[in-house]
């Protein structure tokens, strides 16, 4: 099943103890419930980098078990982050180069709609290189059917 949808981003992001940067975006998207009971969001969002504006292909996938989400961002930026009860190594490459972080994450959450349509998934996490942490971050994916 294929549903068009809506989706909202919020990221609010503390680096180096500075105030906190919220950034949101908002797109549309595709929701689909796999035969699996896993379900995948594709959408593509534009954000502005260094004076550019990049487009950037997401496909989150959330398996039946609701114990993590996978993010692969592909693009101007390339990415896979997984949020759920373990601390998972990515590696983020930008178009001015590459680096290995590790994304620890302290809560993950969903909300899910009347009908069992997931409608929010929220996390709490941590991306660390080395022993240096770059931000405290949350990441709130609003999806609401069109």
Excluded: W
């Excluded at 949020?83 to 959450?109: C, H, N, R, W």
């Amino acid at each position: 099943m294929k549903k068009k949808v809506d989706i909202n981003v919020t990221g609010i992001h503390i680096r180096d103890g500075n105030e906190e940067e919220r950034i949101d975006t908002s797109s549309r998207g595709i929701y689909e419930a796999l035969t699996d009971g896993a379900v995948r969001i594709e959408y593509e969002e534009v954000q502005d980098m260094g004076g550019q504006r990049i487009k950037v292909a997401n496909k989150v996938t959330v398996p039946a078990d609701l114990k993590c989400v996978e993010i692969v961002r592909t693009g101007a930026m390339n990415s896979k982050m997984v949020f759920g009860a373990e601390e998972y190594v990515m590696d983020y490459k930008t178009p001015y180069g590459s680096m290995q972080m590790e994304v620890i994450t302290k809560s993950l959450d969903f909300k899910n709609e009347e009908n069992g349509v997931i409608g929010e998934i929220s996390a709490e996490y941590i991306i660390k290189s080395g022993d240096e942490v770059l931000s405290d971050s949350k990441m709130i994916i609003e999806i609401k059917a069109r």
